[in-house]
C-alpha cells in the first residue's frame, strides 16, 4: 500500500519479516528487505522493549523531554553500560572509563547522568535537554524555579502529588495539608517550626505565614516541600 521496500524488527521477528518478504514475492512478484537486529536485555534477562512495560516514546507530544531524561537516568548500573554502548555515539575509551566510575563510584551515576544527557540532547536537543537538567535541579533547592519556562514546569512537576486552592487559602498550614505532605494541621506546624517547610525552596518558618500572589511561578503554581526530599505542587485558582 506504501511502498515499502525494508522492514526492521528485533531478532525474535525473524519469522515475521521473512513471511512478508515471501509473501509479496508471491502476490507482488517484488523483492522486499528485511532487516534483524538483535533483541536488547535487561541484566536480569528481560527484553527492553514495550512488551515488558519498559518502552518509551520519541514524540515530545507523547513523553515530555524531562520524563524522557528522567526514564535514562534511573537506568540500573548493570545495565548503564551496555545502554551507552548501545544509544550513544561515545566512543570505546569514554565508555570504559565510565565503566571504571560505575563500577568504583556508583553513587554518582556518572554513568546514569552521560546516558541520559547523550540519549536526551540526540533526540530532543541540548538545548531542551540543559532546560531538564535544570529543572530537577531547582525541584531540589539547588536552581532558580522562576527561571524555569512553564512547559517545562509543568513537565518537572506532573508526576508529583497537586493540589487545588483558592487564593485565599494559602496559608502555609493549609497548603501543606492540601496537598498531602502533612496529614494535619498539628503535623503541618510541627513541620513549619522544626525548620521543614519550604515554598518554592524558601523556607517558611512562621506558621501562620500567608503566601502572596507575587510568589506563585507563572500566576499560578507553587513548589511545596517538606524536608528534603517530599515534593507537591499546589495550583492556586486566581479570579
Excluded at 495539608?177 to 512562621?206: F, I, M, P, Q, W
Amino acid at each position: 500500500d506504501y511502498g515499502c521496500v525494508l522492514q526492521t524488527g528485533g531478532s525474535d521477528q525473524w519469522g515475521n519479516l521473512t513471511s512478508g518478504t515471501e509473501l509479496i514475492r508471491k502476490v507482488e512478484g517484488k523483492s522486499v528487505h528485511a532487516l534483524g537486529t538483535p533483541l536488547i536485555t535487561n541484566s536480569d534477562g528481560t527484553k527492553f522493549g514495550k512488551s515488558e512495560g519498559n518502552a518509551i516514546w520519541l514524540d515530545a507530544g507523547m513523553c515530555s523531554p524531562y520524563a524522557f531524561y528522567q526514564f535514562w537516568l534511573n537506568t540500573a548500573d548493570a545495565d548503564v553500560v551496555d545502554r551507552l554502548k548501545v544509544f550513544t555515539f561515545l566512543t570505546r575509551a569514554q565508555i570504559e572509563e565510565i565503566a571504571v566510575s560505575v563500577a568504583e563510584r556508583p553513587f554518582a551515576r556518572e554513568g546514569q547522568r552521560k546516558l541520559a544527557f547523550e540519549v536526551t540532547s540526540l533526540v530532543h536537543g541540548v538545548e531542551a535537554t540543559e532546560k531538564v537538567i535544570a529543572a530537577s535541579a531547582a525541584l531540589f533547592g539547588n536552581g532558580d524555579l522562576a527561571a524555569l519556562d512553564k512547559a517545562t514546569l509543568q513537565a518537572a512537576t506532573s508526576e508529583l502529588p497537586t493540589a487545588t486552592v483558592q487564593v485565599d487559602e494559602m496559608g502555609i498550614v493549609d497548603l501543606l495539608v492540601a496537598s498531602g505532605l502533612s496529614e494535619s494541621k498539628s503535623a503541618a506546624r510541627r513541620t513549619v517550626g522544626e525548620g521543614g517547610a519550604y515554598v518554592n525552596n524558601e523556607k517558611v518558618s512562621d506558621p501562620e505565614a500567608v503566601i502572596s500572589e507575587d510568589e506563585l511561578l507563572h500566576g499560578q503554581y507553587l513548589l511545596l516541600r517538606r524536608g528534603k526530599k517530599n515534593l507537591a505542587t499546589v495550583e492556586v485558582l486566581v479570579p
